[in-house]
């Protein structure tokens, strides 16, 4: 599986973004998909991921409420409608697929990596 992000950007605080995430190959809905992102100097960290079917999501606390992930297996792609944006979100998003819906929070449970697409918030 191959996968490329996009949609990233610069967005005042309080704005919204969507990220999307394309994959290639025919076993895409097999795949339990994740967003990570990596803020300057700091260790990537999880943010959202839901389940082959769509059917089960999980979140970070710290994005809870304010993001959400969904995706289209009909179009192999997942998404990251991103609201209430804060300048603490700024980083670099990462979607990844994994093949089981275990541990979904722990970046080595993904076995495919997209090349991240930044978002900057500003105050």
């Known amino acids: 599986v191959q996968l490329q992000a996009s949609g990233g950007g610069l967005v005042q605080a309080g704005g919204s973004l969507r990220l999307s995430c394309a994959a290639s190959?025919?076993?895409?809905?097999?795949?339990?998909m994740g967003w990570f992102r990596q803020a300057p100097g700091k260790e990537r960290e999880f943010v959202a991921a839901?389940?082959?079917?769509?059917?089960?999501?999980n979140y970070a606390d710290s994005v809870k409420g304010r993001f959400t992930i969904s995706r289209d297996n009909a179009k192999n792609t997942v998404y990251l409608q991103m609201a209430s944006l804060k300048p603490e979100d700024t980083a670099v998003y990462y979607c990844?697929?994994?093949?089981?819906?275990?541990?979904?929070?722990?970046?080595?449970?993904?076995?495919?990596w997209g090349q991240g697409t930044l978002v900057t918030v500003s105050s």
């Open positions: 190959g025919r076993t895409f809905s097999s795949y339990s």
């Open positions: 990844a697929a994994a093949p089981t819906g275990l541990n979904y929070d722990i970046d080595y449970t993904y076995r495919f």
């Open positions: 839901i389940s082959w079917s769509g059917g089960s999501m």
